[in-house]
């Protein structure tokens, strides 16, 4: 086999392979002779048609099958050879195929670029320290009892955290626009769901009473006509409904798993819960800030394919998230390439350096910490043991959580050199993302 590589671009490479016309024709006949003892064919009885009707009759066939698999492990054989380290699948056109004749192909692919890892001691972490108070749990009991919460009419202006019944008409410039028009739909005021002004705008008015609101559109609306245009809403109140919060009692305990110890057990598990959230929050907020450090502190090529493999990744988990596609249904016009483009070049960046660190420093998956984070996920469950076992009899469930460890480890092993300020915060700030603590 004779190989040569080419540098295109970038990290581009064009490889030739040569391989021996031998190889191939040996590997023909031998598959024909195969076929020859069990084929069936009019006119011959079974395991006596000649070898020239069986090459006759299908060799174009295996011929073709052959060279695809001999250009594919010979590609990977000269990869090896070579010590190249292909990012994706290689774009492989034939060049000679002719029978008799040496087959040359050639593969084109990208390789992964090489990382120099930068000093990390100076990298600047601020790790947030918190525990959950009572009145956390308190917060949280209210939040719980208006997710259950009805809602009663009554005859009274309309306050913040109403429903309101109402029935509107939008106008632009006097003339109705797509969209500005609903009847009967029920909105929560406070909830924002609406553009600036318009719940606003309800609060105080009573069941019938109509008013105009003059408002505009929010310079960044998704509605191209609309951004930044005033604009006039009549609005009519049908009804309007204040909350109604469900009491502490069985039937609302047992909506959230508690079957037996009443109050005292749902507090329990009330904080239980919080504080496994405030203890990943915690740490997913230091973790942002390492990954973040990486980023900013190495200047990585990226091979286009692994940009574009984790491009059609995030379409597809957000296609699943709306329920799977629909046959016939054109993804890459409905969720662009553009959509993913920033996401995905910062994962596969993340990946590439992440890499390299576990590789410099060694670092393996902690078995035990593994066996850890799966049980705690399990703990979750009613029959925690059966999660566990069904982790590990997965392995594609099993290399995700070894992952998942893995760069917990990497986190641990740059906060080792860097410089962490360990700020006293609370439960809200820790929960909050990070832009809402920033706004």
């Not at 295996?62 to 054989?77: I, P």
Request: proline share 3%; net charge negative.
């Amino acid at each position: 086999m004779q190989v040569s590589i080419e540098t295109t671009e970038g990290l581009e490479r064009v490889m030739t392979v040569g391989i021996p016309a031998e190889q191939v024709d040996t590997e023909v006949t031998k598959r024909l002779q195969e076929a020859a003892k069990t084929v069936r064919l009019n006119g011959f009885r079974k395991g006596k048609v000649p070898l020239k009707v069986v090459k006759q009759r299908f060799g174009a066939g295996v011929r073709q099958e052959v060279l695809g698999e001999v250009m594919s492990r010979s590609f990977y054989e000269a990869v090896e050879k070579e010590d190249v380290k292909p990012a994706g699948q290689p774009a492989i056109e034939p060049k000679e195929m002719g029978e008799g004749k040496d087959v040359e192909f050639t593969a084109t692919f990208e390789v992964y670029p090489e990382i120099a890892l930068g000093d990390t001691a100076s990298f600047e972490i601020e790790k947030l320290n918190a525990e959950v108070q009572d009145g956390d749990i308190e917060n949280m009991i209210e939040v719980l009892r208006k997710q259950q919460a009805s809602w009663k009419e009554v005859e009274r202006a309309a306050a913040n955290e109403d429903q309101v019944n109402i029935d509107y008409t939008g106008t632009k410039d006097g003339e109705e626009f797509e969209g500005g028009k609903a009847e009967g739909q029920n909105l929560v005021l406070g909830s924002g769901s609406m553009i600036p002004g318009f719940e606003d705008g309800i609060v105080g008015l009573s069941a019938g009473e109509e008013k105009t609101l003059a408002l505009s559109f929010p310079e960044d609306y998704h509605a191209e006509e609309l951004k930044g245009a005033a604009v006039e809403f009549v609005v009519k109140v049908n009804t309007i409904s204040e909350q109604e919060l469900p009491e502490l009692d069985e039937e609302f305990f047992k909506k959230y798993g508690v079957e037996e110890g009443g109050e005292e057990q749902f507090r329990t598990d009330v904080r239980k819960n919080m504080e496994r959230e405030l203890k990943n929050a915690a740490k997913t907020k230091v973790k942002n800030q390492v990954m973040d450090k990486l980023i900013e502190a190495h200047e990585v090529e990226l091979p286009k394919s692994l940009i574009a493999g984790e491009i059609d990744a995030l379409r597809g988990q957000m296609m699943q998230q709306f329920g799977g596609a629909q046959p016939n249904m054109d993804l890459k016009s409905l969720l662009p390439d553009d959509m993913f483009k920033e996401q995905a070049e910062r994962r596969v960046a993340l990946g590439l350096i992440v890499g390299e660190v576990v590789k410099s420093a060694e670092i393996k998956a902690d078995g035990d910490r593994v066996r850890e984070m799966i049980e705690e996920m399990a703990s979750t469950y009613q029959e925690p043991e059966e999660v566990v076992n069904y982790y590990y009899s997965n392995q594609q469930l099993l290399a995700s959580v070894e992952s998942a460890v893995l760069e917990d480890q990497v986190v641990e092993h740059i906060l080792d050199n860097a410089k962490v300020t360990e700020v006293d915060s609370t439960y809200d700030e820790v929960i909050k993302p990070a832009e809402q603590n920033a706004e």
